[in-house]
């Protein structure tokens, strides 16, 4: 009979939180779920903002994706068009 393998705890939670607990950095392509939890939308909602706000995406075969920094630029432009009206 094998007995389990222990893991320190210390080091279960540094397998788990990344390398020397470094900031992490948000990936450079988002699904469409992804960028609808980092905006607290529904998937439903951003697929809206696609069509009818232009919100930008990028095509990869059949694959929707967001980029990141047009996310953020995106964002960006829409708070001062409102801040502006």
Known sequence: MKLPKVVPESLQQARTSGVNDTPSTPA???TVPQAAQQMGLSPAMVYKLILSENLPIVKLGR???IVYASLVAWLKAR???QRLS
């Open 28 to 30: 450079l392509l988002l």
């Open 79 to 81: 708070e001062d068009e």
């Open 63 to 65: 694959s929707t994706r």
